[in-house]
């Protein structure tokens, strides 16, 4: 077994490289498309929350909401609020 350490970026700055390093642009933003994941700034998946289904809708939306803010956030990206909701509900 490889053992890898990461260490935590000391800077907003330093936070999106790390990320961009791994090929994942921020920010981040919930998909329109699929509830539950979070795409980076180019639109390519980067976590998924609750593969299999089982928490309550509003949980999933709730902590895809606060997952991305908090990932953004430490990125340096200014944020009030972020929005997650059921594709299937759109109009």
Known sequence: MVTAIYTNPNSPD????????NNV???LE?????AGVLLDAQGR????ID???ERPDEEVYALTAYLCM???GAGGFKVLAA???D???AP
Do not use: Q, W, Y
Request: hydrophobic share 40%; aromatic share 6%.
């Open 83 to 85: 929005t997650s909701s």
């Open 70 to 72: 908090a990932i953004n």
């Open 45 to 48: 998946d980067v976590i998924t």
């Open 14 to 21: 330093g936070f999106a490289a790390a990320f961009l390093a």
């Open 87 to 89: 594709p299937e509900d």
């Open 51 to 53: 593969v299999n289904g």
């Open 30 to 34: 919930p998909s329109s498309e699929d």
């Open 25 to 27: 642009e921020l920010p």
